[in-house]
């Protein structure tokens, strides 16, 4: 069974970095195109950027230019750097499939406040 395990998440003041990981446990990652979600308390879960299987990526404009995600297919693991980090990112950020069909993880939370 399909595991993904996210941890990197921390407490950062306004304009600081953290790398989030996102371990996978299972078969065919390497053909999968993974995503970062975030889940902001009391809103819903939203995509924030994806990698393709070609390593082609895709973000959404409010963290076009900060964030940076990647993986690397020979650990089976996906990564987001975020710099510049504001308040507003501060939510729950999860990793799966861009078609959120693999179990959830619990997690990592990212708090941005001075």
């Known amino acids: 069974q399909v595991q993904l395990v996210e941890s990197g998440g921390g407490l950062v003041q306004p304009g600081g970095s953290l790398t989030l990981t996102c371990t996978f446990s299972g078969n065919y990652f390497s053909i999968y195109t993974m995503a970062w979600f975030c889940q902001a308390l009391g809103k819903q879960r939203e995509l924030v950027a994806s990698v393709n299987s070609d390593g082609s990526t895709y973000y959404r404009d409010s963290v076009k230019g900060r964030f940076t995600i990647s993986r690397d297919n020979a650990k089976n693991t996906v990564y987001l750097q975020m710099n510049s980090l504001k308040p507003e990112d501060t939510a729950v950020y999860y990793c799966?499939?861009?078609?959120?069909?693999?179990?959830w993880g619990q997690g990592t939370q990212v708090t941005v406040s001075s």
């Open positions: 799966n499939r861009l078609t959120r069909t693999l179990p």
